[in-house]
């Protein structure tokens, strides 16, 4: 059975009269990695912050393997590893003096220091630049370098916000293996509001909008959640806009070329099968359909209307 490291319940905190999060509730257990995925602005960062310890919450209850955060603020800390969107490094310093450096803030032990510096090292691909000044690593080895910072004390929860932003393609693809490998002893939790990235990491998601919680479940049901609402098709023998309207869930039609339709429909996937039923019926020749990926709006969107209240969590 899987240990529960983090539990938040009913999370809220109000910045003057505005709320910035309002009853946000959700677990990590130990060995998965959660996204935390929002529009900007959405409260990714206040609840990143209050998990961590940085901003005390304006009601509600976080616990770290079972220990009180806001009532028992140093040794819950202390179970913690946190990175920053921008990594809170100094450049003059050498890798093994910056991570020495964070060793003994997070009260690593002497007899510890020098084994727990090679893991993290070695964790993280980075034992080869031990003696390099991090002002002379390129973007994606300092990004590792602020992983390792964050796991040097070996927490039981790592928190990551925005780990990939900034990096070129290559280097997401080397963060996003070092997350997976992280995980296999920790609990972790990243933000982002890009959708591919959480896809690509996360075995979980929560999805938070105007500070509520608007979906919680794993990556399967969130893919099978969310369903695309648009195609587009291209024509041999294009038909009328009225002919594809016609189609009972089909609500708009527009071309985008004498020969490429975007189409937007209702309920299920399935019109694409009648579209190339009604194709063949009618000679339209058919060459090319597919489904467009959603936008993040567009998911934000669906989620809001399907969820029943701004509250409640889709189970």
Same mark, same amino acid.
Request: charged share 25%; proline share 4%.
């Given at each position: 059975? #899987?240990?529960?490291? &983090?539990?938040? /319940? !009913? %999370?809220?905190?109000?910045?003057? $009269? ?5 009853? +946000? @509730? ?77 060793? #003994?803030?997070?009260? &690593?032990?002497? /007899? !510890? %220091?020098?084994?727990?510096?090679? $893991? ?5 691909? +980075? @034992? ?188």
């Amino acid at each position: 059975m #899987e240990t529960t490291i &983090v539990r938040v /319940e !009913d %999370l809220s905190h109000q910045y003057s $009269k505005d709320w910035a999060i309002q009853n +946000i @509730s959700f677990e990590i257990k130990e060995n998965r990695i959660l996204g935390l995925l929002g529009s900007n602005g959405a409260g990714k960062s206040t609840t990143m912050n209050i998990l961590c310890g940085v901003l005390n919450q304006t009601s509600g209850n976080i616990s770290i393997d079972g220990i009180n955060l806001k009532e028992n603020p140093v040794e819950a800390k202390k179970l913690i590893g946190f990175l920053p969107q921008t990594p809170p490094l100094h450049l003059d310093l050498t890798v093994d003096e910056y991570l020495i450096h964070c060793a #003994e803030l997070r009260h &690593v032990k002497k /007899e !510890d %220091l020098k084994n727990a510096l090679e $893991k993290a090292k070695e964790q993280c691909g +980075i @034992s080869h630049f031990s003696h390099r000044l991090i002002r002379n690593l390129s973007g994606g080895y300092r990004q590792r370098v602020g992983i390792a910072q964050a796991i040097i004390h070996e927490p039981k929860l790592v928190v990551l916000d925005e780990p990939t932003n900034g990096l070129d393609p290559n280097q997401i693809l080397e963060v996003r293996k070092l997350i997976k490998k992280i995980s296999k002893d920790k609990a972790v939790i990243f933000s982002s509001h890009i959708l591919s990235e959480v896809q690509a990491t996360c075995q979980d998601i929560r999805m938070i909008e105007n500070g509520h919680m608007v979906f919680a479940d794993t990556l399967d049901a969130f893919n099978n959640y969310i369903e695309a609402d648009k195609l587009t098709a291209s024509f041999e023998n294009p038909p009328q806009v009225e002919s594809l309207i016609a189609i009972p869930e089909v609500t708009n039609a527009v071309y985008l070329s004498p020969k490429k339709v975007q189409i937007t429909f209702e309920g299920t996937q399935e019109v694409a099968e009648k579209i190339i039923s009604l194709s063949v019926h009618n000679n339209w020749k058919l060459r090319e359909i597919q489904f467009e990926k959603v936008s993040l709006d567009e998911i934000f969107a669906q989620l809001s209307k399907k969820a029943p209240s701004k509250n409640s969590i889709p189970s």
